[in-house]
């Protein structure tokens, strides 16, 4: 099945415009796209003059350059092919969004490098580019949130992004959570699976490592040995926080901020409600019954990060 769900849309270009969330932080950050008549770019790939406010134009492929350091660095090349194929299709529906290149040649992609990579395998000459003037950090920003939204970013490339923005461009964990829409102990947990070895660090990046079982092993001694033990035998979360606590991994650092209320609770409940927090990036609290019942509570601090809970659940791309 074609993952194409930032290419659907119906309509004229003007009724694809994102609709009002309940927070404006992410729109105000992405800018509402007004749609005026293509302007196409020159072979030569030379960027046309700006249209009155921000338009979507038509540019040349060829006059697009990456982000350098940008935060996605992992591409399903299968699920490219398949859009690719659905370009080919259909078109490009949704336009990526570009800037003008800092050196004066052409366009530098802020966000949809999946999209530009396969109208590229399509043959497409030219793609739709919504044509922003941004800096440095609002660049950044924009390719992050896009990227986290989408889910397209694995734990490491996200906790690297977080990092940048922080050091490069002065964010603070508070600014970042209110940015992205999660908590601020989302951020901060994430920013710690940096501290673990490179070489753990890849198998989180290549989904062999698990971010449950990379959190249990933050501060471990030994933790590439316990990390390659851990694919090889296929060890639980709980087996794994159980060894290092034994000491068998060597010592490690204070556990992370995902605390249980109640410490008679089946450790069960508590792993998925970590899980869920890890997934969602928010608060969640399960309350167990028994018999099978129970209620499931998502927490927000702000709306922004409602809004992101409802796109999650209703599957609306942003």
């Known amino acids: 099945m074609v993952d194409n769900k930032d290419e659907t849309g119906s309509g004229s270009p003007a009724a694809r415009k994102r609709p009002s969330g309940l927070g404006r932080g992410l729109n105000a950050l992405f800018g509402d796209v007004a749609v005026e ?68 040649d052409g366009y530098q992609l802020v966000a949809g490098e999946r999209r530009w990579r396969a109208a590229q395998r399509a043959g497409l000459h030219q793609i739709p580019a919504l044509v922003r003037e941004l ?54 947990n994430l920013m710690r699976l940096l501290d673990l070895p490179e070489s753990v660090q890849a198998m989180v990046g290549d989904g062999s490592l698990a971010m449950g079982h990379a959190r249990a092993l933050i501060g471990a001694a030994g933790a590439e040995e316990i990390a390659r033990k851990i694919v090889r035998d296929g060890l639980s979360v709980r087996a794994v926080e159980a060894l290092v606590r034994d000491g068998k991994g060597g010592g490690r650092k204070a556990p992370l901020e995902y605390k249980s209320v109640d410490g008679n609770r089946d450790p069960d409940i508590v792993a998925v409600e970590r899980h869920l927090s890890e997934l969602l990036g928010i608060g969640v609290a399960i309350h167990y019954a028994g018999g099978g019942k129970g209620a499931l509570t998502l927490k927000f601090g702000s709306l922004d990060q409602l809004d992101m809970i409802c796109q999650r659940l209703s599957g609306e791309s942003i």
Not at 39 to 52: D, F, I, Q
Not at 135 to 151: C, F, G, K, M, P
Not at 162 to 175: M, V, W
């Open 135 to 188: 800096d440095d950090a609002a660049t950044y920003e924009i390719a992050l949130v896009e990227n986290i939204q989408r889910q397209d970013l694995n734990a490491i490339e996200e906790a690297g992004a977080y990092r940048r923005l922080i050091e490069d461009f002065g964010h603070s964990q508070d600014a970042l959570a209110k940015l992205v829409g999660k908590s601020r102990s989302h951020v901060a």
């Open 37 to 104: 008549a293509p302007v196409l770019a020159s072979a030569g790939g030379a960027r046309p003059a700006p249209a009155a406010g921000e338009s979507v134009q038509h540019v040349a492929i060829g006059a697009i350059r990456p982000l350098p350091g940008q935060p996605r660095r992992h591409f399903d090349e299968t699920a490219i092919g398949e859009l690719a194929d659905s370009i080919r299709a259909r078109g490009l529906l949704q336009p990526i969004i570009v800037r003008a290149a800092p050196d004066g």
